[in-house]
C-alpha cells in the first residue's frame, strides 16, 4: 500500500536522512499544523536505512512510528503542549532528559503505534504507555498528562478537538505600564498562550496592543472610556476570531472608600469569540459589601445578574463560553452559586479570580507565581466539546 511507502523526507539535526512511511508523514504534518510550528526532528523512523539509530535509542528507531524531537529551542510550556498534541493525535509521547532516561541531551520521543513496522522496542514502549507508564526500562509511571479517555489512534478528520492555553490576569492599576507590558509579553510567551483575559487593564491596554501588535491581538473598547478598556481579551493571531462585545456589568457605580469623593465609575466587561468560543473578560465591583457600602453590594450583584443573562443567551445559542476573572466573590458564596446555577456552568479554580465555563472542558488549572500585581495569573487548558 501507498500509505505503507517508506521514503526519505529530509535531514535531521545530525545530517542523517529522516525516513518516514507517507502515513507517519501525513500524520506528522496535521500534528505541525496543529501546533503551528514545525519541530525539528533529531532522529527519524527507519533508522537502519542510515546503518542504525542513536546508541542510547536501543534499536528502537530501527523500524517504523517513532521520532526524537529537539526541545532546547522550546520553553516548558511548548515542551507540554507538544507532548500533548502527540497524544491527543494518539501517540506515546514522553520529554526524555536527566530525571528521566539518563539522557544528557534533552528530547521528545514518541511512538505512532498506528503506523507500520514498528521495532519490538517501539511497540513494547506503547504498551507500556496504555498501562500508564513511562516506556523507560525502570518501568515508572507516565509522568505527563494523559487523555481521558486515552487516544489509541489518529482521529478521523482534519484535526481533533480544539484545545488552547488560556490564560488570566488581573493586572492590577496604578503600576508602570512598562513594567506591566513586560511582564505581560513574557507571561504570554513562557506559557505559550493562546489566549489571556485581563482585568484593571485601562491604564496599559493601549502600550499593550503597540507591543503585540502582530503576534495578539488585544480585544477591548479604546475609544469609549476606562470602563469599556478595563477588561480585554488577548488573542493569538492566526486563530478565528470573531467581533468584540461590550456588557455594561451595571451603571450606577459605587462608594469609594473612605477618604475619597464621589463614586467609582461603573464597570464593563469584554467578550469576543476565539476559535469558536466565547471567552469573556470582567472585573466585578469589589466589597466590602457590609451596610456602610450598599451601592458596592449592589453594583456587584446587579454584574452577577448581567452575566448570568449573557450566559443564559449564549446556552440557548449553542455557544460554548468561558468566563474568566476578577469576580471579587468566592466560587462558594451564595451569589457566585446563583450564577452557576441558572447558567449550568462549571467553576474551576480558588480565591476571587476564578472561572466559570459551559460547553467546554477546563483542565490543569495552576496558579503562577509571577509578576508584581497583587493577583498571581492563573493558566489552564480549554478544550471544546463535540456536540
Not at 50 to 79: E, I, M, P
Request: with cysteine; charged share 25%; glycine share 12%.
Amino acid at each position: 500500500m501507498a500509505a505503507n511507502t517508506v521514503r526519505r523526507r529530509g535531514t535531521d539535526s545530525s545530517g542523517r536522512g529522516i525516513f518516514a512511511t507517507d502515513y507517519m508523514w501525513s500524520w506528522w504534518k496535521r500534528v505541525c499544523k496543529d501546533l503551528g510550528v514545525t519541530p525539528v526532528i533529531t532522529q527519524g523512523a527507519w533508522m537502519v536505512k542510515n546503518g542504525g539509530g542513536a546508541k542510547a535509542s536501543a534499536g528502537y528507531h530501527d523500524g517504523g512510528g517513532t521520532f526524537d524531537l529537539r526541545v532546547w529551542n522550546l520553553t516548558d510550556a511548548q515542551v507540554a503542549k507538544v507532548v500533548r498534541t502527540c497524544r491527543r493525535y494518539g501517540a506515546a509521547a514522553w520529554l526524555r532528559n536527566l530525571e528521566h532516561g539518563g539522557f544528557t541531551d534533552p528530547h521528545i520521543h514518541f511512538v505512532l503505534p498506528t503506523d507500520t513496522g514498528l521495532s519490538p522496542g517501539a511497540r513494547w514502549q506503547w504498551s507500556e504507555y496504555l498501562a500508564g507508564r513511562d516506556g523507560l526500562a525502570s518501568r515508572g509511571r507516565d509522568y505527563h498528562w494523559r487523555p481521558d479517555p486515552l487516544v489509541a489512534k489518529p482521529p478521523p478528520g482534519r484535526k481533533p478537538v480544539r484545545e488552547l492555553e488560556v490564560g488570566m490576569w488581573n493586572l492590577r492599576v496604578g503600576r508602570d505600564p512598562a513594567v506591566v507590558v513586560s511582564e505581560v509579553r513574557q507571561f504570554l510567551d513562557d506559557r505559550d498562550l493562546d489566549v489571556l483575559l485581563v482585568s484593571e487593564a485601562y491604564q496599559y491596554v493601549g502600550a499593550l496592543r503597540k507591543a503585540l501588535k502582530g503576534k495578539y491581538r488585544v480585544g477591548t473598547f479604546w475609544a469609549r472610556g476606562k470602563s469599556a478598556r478595563d477588561s480585554a481579551v488577548i488573542s493569538r493571531v492566526g486563530l478565528r476570531t470573531g467581533r468584540r462585545y461590550l456588557h455594561r456589568l451595571e451603571r450606577k457605580g459605587w462608594e469609594r472608600r473612605p477618604g475619597r469623593k464621589g463614586l467609582h465609575w461603573a464597570r464593563s466587561a469584554v467578550s469576543r469569540n476565539v476559535a469558536g468560543i466565547r471567552f469573556i473578560a470582567r472585573h466585578d465591583p469589589p466589597g466590602p459589601f457590609g451596610p456602610r457600602f450598599p451601592l458596592r453590594k449592589l453594583a456587584n450583584e446587579t454584574s452577577f445578574r448581567t452575566m448570568t443573562r449573557l450566559g443564559r443567551r449564549l446556552n440557548k445559542a449553542g455557544r460554548p463560553w468561558v468566563d474568566g476573572p476578577d469576580k471579587n466573590r468566592l466560587k462558594s458564596d451564595p451569589v457566585s452559586q446563583e450564577f452557576l446555577d441558572a447558567t449550568g456552568a462549571t467553576a474551576y479554580g480558588s480565591g476571587i479570580d476564578w472561572a466559570a465555563a459551559s460547553g467546554v472542558k477546563v483542565s490543569d488549572m495552576r496558579t503562577h507565581d509571577f509578576g508584581t500585581s497583587d493577583h498571581r495569573p492563573k493558566t489552564f487548558t480549554v478544550t471544546k466539546e463535540t456536540r
